[in-house]
């Protein structure tokens, strides 16, 4: 059996090894599918398969340098989640949905840095690191079974709100824990230490509102398509490339430039054209987070795991549930929110690879497992959990519910969502 170490060229051996991910991920989603498993489940399976862990395929070298896969990757999905902030939609209900989406990012991440701080007495760099990670959601399967039960009313239009600005609550929570850890690891915490990457960031931001101002200049009616997406895709690589470069996530940057373009322009064409580009870029991203996957270090994160899954589902539901009672929602948003917020893959699959770069090896192989592990856990219960929510919560109509009951939540539709995720 020829292997990929056996061939001299290293171009044909990266071309090689993503044709097999590729294909093995394809393949993996059709076994998935037959169990009604998201899309993402089946990459990640692929990705243990193949990777230096099982059947090693894929040489551990050829990985490693497949970094920019994930900044590219985190990029376009941050872009995606972007049109989701829409200005009229957050003005109706804005201070409301605040308080929900603080509370139950915040109360897990709590929850978890003082179980992992103090039950587990891991390092504090590990737990702030983990604990921000915890507190992100999948918006994905959600907005799948939303779209597919065809749910609508209050309890909907704030969920959807929440999924959106749950990232980037994640993603400022992450940035701070991720200067403070990077300062402990380091040896001392400095202000420089703090306030540098927080500096970073804001420009990084600032050239995301830049970006999204562009792309609505230079997008017009004339542009053909295929132009359209060359301006988006250059916009993306330029602002992650410049965020590599200071060591920094591009994902709030562009998650910025996507609203800031939907916000002027209101067009959403270039988001499904950007949809229908990145499929395969993404598979590839979640292959490669499987490849990671340290299957020998699953002993070690066994209880480790298991308790931050349950920890983080306590903190979202808990969380959601002193939110909606402060801002006063009504009973149905109280009581099922935090059942809808569960799945966790895509963003937080990203975040544990930066986390892992901060964190020593050992350290870092730990916080991947368990978000890996855990997150086809959480993407095998979310879907089901975000349908008994909206049906429980009275959003979908009767007559969707008696048409859609015989259903699965593997349906075309909600395998393209899954796709962006």
């Excluded at 993996?28 to 090693?56: C, D, E, Q, W």
């Excluded at 986390?355 to 368990?370: C, D, H, K, N, V």
Aim: aromatic share 8%; with cysteine.
């Amino acid at each position: 059996m020829l292997h990929i170490d056996s061939i001299p060229s290293l171009s044909a051996q990266i071309i090689l090894s993503l044709a097999i991910m590729l294909l093995m991920g394809f393949l993996l989603t059709r076994l998935t599918k037959l169990v009604k498993l998201p899309n993402v489940t089946g990459y990640i399976l692929a990705g243990v398969l193949i990777g230096p862990y099982a059947l090693n395929l894929i040489p551990k070298s050829v990985a490693n340098g497949m970094d920019f896969v994930t900044d590219v990757a985190l990029a376009f999905i941050a872009f995606g989640v972007g049109k989701y902030f829409k200005l009229e939609r957050l003005r109706k209900n804005g201070r409301q949905v605040l308080i929900l989406t603080v509370f139950e990012s915040l109360m897990a991440a709590a929850l978890i840095f003082v179980v992992m701080a103090f039950l587990f007495q891991l390092s504090v760099p590990f737990a702030l690191l983990l604990s921000a990670i915890g507190s992100a959601t999948a918006p994905a399967s959600t907005i799948m079974t939303i779209r597919q039960y065809k749910a609508r009313g209050q309890f909907v239009n704030v969920l959807l709100q929440i999924v959106a600005l749950d990232d980037a609550v994640a993603l400022i929570a992450f940035s701070i824990c991720a200067a403070v850890a990077q300062g402990m690891e380091n040896g001392h915490i400095g202000m420089e230490t703090v306030l540098l990457p927080i500096l970073w960031n804001l420009l990084a931001l600032a050239g995301g509102v830049l970006a999204g101002w562009l792309l609505h200049k230079l997008i017009s009616d004339q542009r053909s398509s295929q132009h359209r997406l060359i301006l988006v895709v250059t916009m993306l690589l330029a602002i992650t490339g410049m965020c590599t470069a200071l060591n920094i996530s591009p994902l709030l940057a562009c998650m910025v430039m996507g609203a800031v373009y939907i916000n002027l322009s209101g067009n959403k064409k270039v988001f499904k054209q950007v949809n229908g580009f990145t499929p395969p870029i993404q598979m590839l991203f979640f292959v490669l987070s499987g490849m990671r996957l340290d299957l020998t270090a699953l002993a070690a994160a066994g209880v480790i795991g298991i308790v931050y899954f349950l920890t983080r589902i306590a903190g979202k539901y808990l969380g959601a549930w002193v939110g909606a009672l402060i801002s006063k929602t009504t009973l149905p948003v109280r009581h099922y929110l935090g059942m809808a917020l569960i799945p966790q893959a895509g963003v937080s699959i990203g975040l544990a690879v930066l986390g892992q770069r901060i964190l020593p090896a050992e350290s870092g192989a730990l916080l991947s497992t368990i978000i890996l592990s855990s997150g086809i856990l959480y993407e095998m219960i979310g879907p089901a959990c975000a349908k008994a929510a909206i049906f429980l919560s009275g959003s979908v109509p009767p007559k969707e519910e008696s048409d859609h009951t015989d259903q699965v939540l593997g349906s075309s539709q909600g395998e393209s969502l899954h796709n962006q995720a």
